[in-house]
């Protein structure tokens, strides 16, 4: 993560964090009035592993943007930082703005600028606003500025240079012109937005999305982050993807991996005991529930699995799903040769049954059925008992490597 300076209207300068890789498409965040670029670090996390290039932006007046002495805050001024910025941008960003910052992108692009950007999302930045409201947030603003901590604060001139309903005016003209992918997401519990003035604005921009967030008020990208970030990365992977579809094609053996590599699973460690009553257990994927009455699932073994004879001899089995803490465990019971059960944690389940200790799921299964699976064999097991923990990440495995939840 660094810091980048921007040159604003008449020598402001802006700063913004940068994070994720360049040679990743751009994100432009913007956040609102009120705000600095803080409320979007969730959003930065979630996107940088998504794959995108993100540049949070403080605004002028807020954060570590200058705060102009001749205390310029009109709409005017915003309008024109956000011109500067994506004209010193070597790409054409995906722009993601709250509030205020949706304001100053949706007229900054529908005033001719459309060519500056590659999609709009904007969040709970509400196309109509009545006086009173305004004022009723303009109050709430004011008296939580005097209450700001460093590196959060902004400069509380800004409300009274603002003429909110004059910005809202200019928004709702030139949304028409937005010829961009644009999607408006609306806290369903925002006490600004309303969801019919909503609806005329988006239907006015052709081709746009209206998505509404549960749980969520006009900070809708901070109340439900997780809700809020998997809508936007959804709606940027369908509207402006990271790339432009390549397909390959084949029947041979690698396209077939490559392509089965493509569905992303969880991670398992199947265990049983032996005849000598020693454990038993590989890593395995192939894990799959198949019934819920009765309460079945499968795994497929390799038939060159050292383990095989015991899985097949043994009346009882355990499948643990793994947690994200636990990629040393699956490499441990991926790897030949090793004792596997000295250095893991477990106990004994019902019939004796290897159960690793703090997996997210113990599953003991009876063994119910064995069938011919190609070069491994189909395993299914009757589910006698679970057990797991509802708070905790999964471990995941996808095109060949450990991956973990993006909204952890
Ligand atoms: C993420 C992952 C998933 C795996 N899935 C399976 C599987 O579903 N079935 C299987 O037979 N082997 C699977 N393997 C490979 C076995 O874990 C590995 O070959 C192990 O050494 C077998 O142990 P064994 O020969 O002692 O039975 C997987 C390995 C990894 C790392």
């Known amino acids: 993560m660094s810091v980048t300076e921007f040159r604003g209207f008449a020598a402001t300068t802006l700063r913004a964090e940068i994070s994720g890789s360049p040679e990743d498409p751009a994100v432009l965040l913007l956040h609102g009035g009120g705000q600095t670029r803080r409320v979007w670090e969730d959003a930065a996390r979630a996107l940088v592993k998504a794959g995108r290039h993100v540049i ?3 605004l002028r007046g807020h954060g570590d943007s200058d705060w102009p002495q001749d205390g310029r805050y009109d709409f005017d001024a915003y309008v024109e930082d ?8 070597p790409v054409r960003p995906v722009i993601v703005a709250a509030s205020l910052g949706g304001w100053i992108a949706a007229a ?15 969040a709970d930045a ?30 509380p001139r800004f409300l009274d240079a603002m003429n909110l309903e004059a910005a809202t005016r200019r928004v709702v003209a030139a949304a028409p012109n937005l010829k961009i ?16 003035a909503a609806g005329r604005y988006v239907n006015q921009i052709e081709g746009a999305e209206f998505a509404e967030i549960r749980d969520a008020g006009h900070m809708v990208a901070f109340d439900r982050s997780d809700l809020f970030n998997a809508t936007l990365l959804d709606f940027l992977e369908r509207r ?10 084949g029947s041979d053996a690698r396209t077939l991996r490559d392509a089965l590599g493509c569905f992303a699973t969880g991670v398992t460690v199947v265990t049983a005991m032996d005849r000598e009553g020693q454990p038993v257990g590989l890593t395995a994927n192939s894990f799959t529930s198949v019934s819920l009455d009765p309460p079945l699932l499968l795994v497929c073994i390799a038939k060159t699995s050292g383990s095989l004879r015991a899985m097949e001899g043994a009346e009882h089995f355990a499948v643990n799903v793994l947690h994200i ?13 090793t004792d596997r059960f000295s250095e893991t944690p ?21 063994r119910h059925a064995e069938y011919d699976g190609g070069d491994h064999v189909i395993l299914v097991g009757r589910v006698e008992r679970a057990r797991y923990e509802p708070r905790r990440d999964p471990l995941l495995y996808f095109k060949g490597r450990y991956r973990r939840l993006h909204f952890a």
Request: overall charge positive; proline content about 8%.
């Open 181 to 196: 992918p644009v999607l408006f997401v609306r806290g369903a519990l925002s006490e600004l937005t309303e969801a019919e």
């Open 325 to 337: 803490g636990q990629q040393p465990v699956s490499n441990r019971f991926a790897r030949p040769g």
């Open 82 to 89: 956000l011109r500067c910025v994506l004209s010193q941008l």
């Open 346 to 366: 477990w106990q004994r389940g019902q019939h004796d049954v290897p159960l690793l200790s703090g997996a997210l799921v113990n599953f003991e299964c009876v």
């Open 108 to 122: 900054t692009l529908g005033e001719d600028g459309g060519h500056l950007a590659a999609g709009l999302v904007l």
């Open 240 to 249: 402006v993807p990271r790339y432009l579809p390549d397909y390959r094609t």
């Open 56 to 58: 949070n932006l403080d």
């Open 126 to 155: 509400p196309p109509e606003i009545s006086a009173k409201a305004a004022r009723k947030v303009g109050d709430a603003l004011r008296k939580r500025s005097a209450r700001s901590e460093p590196g959060q604060r902004w400069d």
